[in-house]
C-alpha cells in the first residue's frame, strides 16, 4: 500500500536547524506533487511548502519563505524540507502529502504521512 514516512523532527532552539525526510513508496508518484504541511496543537493544518516529483518548485507559504527549503531525490523515493532559523511559532507536527494538484489545500491531496513533531524552545 501508499506509504509516506517522515524522520527527521525534535527539539530545537530558536534560530537553530533541522532537515525532515519524506520516503514516498507503494506506487508510482510521476506527476503527483509532494507538499509538507503543518499543524500545531489548535489549530488548522497549515500548507508549507510543495514540490513537483521531477522537481519543480510549485509554491511556498509567507510565513516560511526565505528560511525554509523543499527538495526532492526521485531516485530514494525522498522529499526533504530543510528548515532553518526556526522560530517557536514554527512548531506543529509537519505531514508530508501527496496529491494530483499543486494546491495549498489540504484536501487536494490524496496520501499523507503520520506526522513528526518539530518543537522549537525560545
Do not use: H
Amino acid at each position: 500500500q501508499v506509504q509516506l514516512v517522515e524522520s527527521g523532527g525534535g527539539l530545537v532552539q530558536a534560530g537553530g536547524s533541522l532537515r525532515l525526510s519524506c520516503v514516498a513508496s507503494g506506487r508510482t508518484f510521476s506527476g503527483f506533487v509532494m507538499g509538507w504541511f503543518r499543524q500545531a496543537p489548535g489549530k488548522e493544518r497549515e500548507f508549507v511548502k510543495a514540490i513537483t516529483w521531477n522537481g519543480g518548485t510549485t509554491n511556498s507559504a509567507d510565513s516560511v519563505k526565505g528560511r525554509f527549503t523543499i527538495s526532492m531525490d526521485k531516485a530514494k523515493s525522498t522529499v526533504y524540507l530543510e528548515m532553518n532559523s526556526l522560530k517557536s511559532e514554527d512548531t506543529a507536527v509537519y505531514y508530508c502529502a501527496a496529491g494530483r494538484l499543486a494546491s495549498s489545500r489540504p484536501d487536494s491531496y490524496d496520501y499523507w504521512g503520520q506526522g513528526t513533531q518539530v518543537t522549537v524552545s525560545s
